[in-house]
């Protein structure tokens, strides 16, 4: 696997002169050959924007992967059969690139370009923690302690090691971002997050190290207490105002990914959602979605539809529900892209549910599950413009369940689990993982993650499965290596797999993942 940087060519060239005539010949001055200070705020940007999934990876990456295996989408075409789990080999190559090419080798640079407790180091610390836990999430071991070294074979990594370091970035990251001067503000006018807030990004730091504490929970409590507790001591995202959301342009390929790919109709909601957001009666429904272009109703598809099922016209596109008007509307005649609209990163309702879990695993979260519990429902409902504060009361209070959504297969109700706080530990840790997964959408990567770490919320088994590992009834676990590794690391994809501890397949558990 050749991971060189962006950068190791061009030093290359540089070393190829035998003369200085040589070297003034055949040096192409409109290429970086020194990096300064002054290319460290593009980089980082180019980072940040390259690790949340830019237009050009998004569909092949994201939507027509992570999106519909948390289902909350499903596939309206018989074009790609990714929702019935039959993979496309060329795609997981494409998550590679995005990490190992167009994310690492640009925060590298950062680091061997600042001091090491520089706020510029901090923060390319805490975006490599984002990039690198989405990509070990997908498929296990990868290649991790030497990603974007200029070697043609980089060594895999297991999954205990990685996050272990995870947590000392994150930690050592915090560390320096709060021994700077008050009001410090780091890649202003570039960093397209939090616009240089040294305070949102420590917020931001350690709403990640929680997330990625809970990940572990289940097969190394005792640290995942010590990272948890940890984390809330030293500062979440409490309020919307801490939320990290990434600035959108129409330059280049750097529009909102979900807007572009909605354009293209191809996807609806899925019934999965349906079933929730429906028996509810969730105000939020209006708003990740809006009512079909036939019929003007909230329509739903089931996932792993046959390719019969999707012959019929009430399973096509313009029978169902498209993404809201956050991310496109119809005009009369076309579906418009609001392609600038922020992309989100992580939000404050997300720490309150991972909140009122620790809380339940008896670990310290500065408050009460029930109470952390329903803080996230309110501050989700806030998030998307809901702030009637009777009409939360009343959600958070419903004994509503989820009902049958009303689809082409006729299916029940998906669970009947309510929103009122529950009085079993069981039944609270479901609502938890329920109304996390309603409060995190449309991160169809975060949400695959948590279901397979927790079960929950609970959802429909495929219609139809084309992948023989995964039979139906079960749910798929990772994706399996790019083929592009058997062919520039093969030996060190064997002994990766060999750490996977399993079958390079889309059944094959991670480390964490145990239940």
């Known amino acids: 696997m050749k991971k060189s940087t962006l950068f190791t060519s061009l030093f290359a060239l540089s070393l190829l002169s035998c003369t200085k005539d040589f070297q003034d010949i055949n040096t192409d001055p409109n290429n970086i050959t020194v990096i300064t200070q002054r290319e460290l705020p593009f980089m980082f940007a180019k980072a940040q924007s390259s690790a949340a999934m830019n237009r050009s990876f998004y569909q092949t990456v994201q939507n027509?992967?992570?999106?519909?295996?948390a289902q909350y989408f499903a596939l309206t075409t018989n074009s790609f059969s990714t929702d019935r789990y039959l993979l496309t080999p060329d795609w997981q190559r494409r998550f590679w690139t995005v990490i190992y090419v167009d994310t690492a080798p640009q925060l590298k640079s950062i680091l061997e370009n600042t001091e090491s407790k520089s706020g510029e180091a901090a923060l390319a610390n805490i975006m490599w923690v984002y990039a690198f836990h989405r990509l070990t999430d997908q498929f296990g071991p990868i290649p991790y302690f030497g990603a974007a070294e200029a070697n043609d074979v980089i060594p895999y990594d297991d999954m205990d090691k990685i996050y272990a370091d995870f947590f000392e970035k994150l930690t050592t990251a915090v560390a320096n971002l709060k021994a700077l001067p008050a009001g410090t503000k780091i890649f202003q006018g570039y960093d397209l997050?939090?616009?240089?807030?040294?305070?949102?990004?420590?917020?931001?730091?350690?709403s990640l190290r929680l997330r990625l504490a809970l990940r572990i929970a289940n097969v190394d409590a005792n640290q995942a207490k010590v990272e948890a507790e940890a984390a809330v001591a030293a500062g979440l995202m409490s309020s919307n105002t801490h939320n990290a959301s990434m600035l959108k342009s129409l330059s280049g390929n750097d529009t909102n990914g979900l807007a572009q790919v909605a354009v293209w109709n191809e996807f609806s909601m899925s019934s999965t959602i349906a079933s929730y957001l429906k028996g509810y009666a969730d105000p939020r429904l209006g708003i990740y979605f809006q009512p079909s272009y036939i019929g003007k109703a909230f329509n739903s598809v089931r996932n792993g539809a046959t390719a019969?099922?999707?012959?019929n016209v009430?399973?096509?596109?313009?029978?169902?529900?498209n993404v809201g008007t956050y991310w496109v509307?119809?005009?009369g005649v076309a579906i418009e892209g609001n392609f600038t609209q922020n992309f989100h990163v992580m939000c404050a309702a997300e720490s309150f549910f991972l909140r009122a879990e620790g809380a339940l695993n008896g670990w310290n979260m500065g408050g009460e599950a029930k109470q952390l519990y329903e803080?996230?429902?309110k501050t989700s409902m806030e998030q998307w413009g809901v702030t009637d504060a009777t009409q939360i009361s009343n959600y958070i209070a419903s004994n509503h369940v989820p009902i049958a959504p009303d689809d082409y297969h006729n299916s029940p109700a998906v669970a009947n689990i309510p929103v009122k706080w529950a009085?079993?530990?069981?039944?609270q840790r479901e609502q938890i993982g329920v109304q996390k997964w309603l409060a995190i959408y449309p991160n169809g990567m975060e949400a695959w993650a948590e279901y397979r770490r927790t079960g929950f919320?609970?959802?429909y088994a495929l219609i139809q499965s084309d992948n023989a590992d995964l039979p139906i009834g079960t749910f798929i676990k990772r994706l399996p290596y790019p083929l592009t590794e058997a062919t520039d690391n093969l030996v060190e994809l064997s002994k990766g797999r060999a750490l996977l501890g399993g079958t390079d397949n889309a059944a094959t558990k991670l480390w964490w993942d145990v239940d």
């Open 64 to 69: 027509l992967g992570p999106d519909l295996y």
């Open 314 to 321: 009430r399973n096509q596109s313009g029978s169902n529900s």
């Open 193 to 206: 997050i939090f616009d240089g807030n040294t305070e949102n990004w420590i917020r931001f730091a350690n």
């Open 308 to 311: 019969t099922d999707l012959g």
């Open 375 to 377: 803080e996230g429902v």
């Open 457 to 459: 919320p609970k959802m």
């Open 329 to 331: 509307r119809y005009s």
């Open 423 to 427: 009085t079993s530990v069981a039944e």
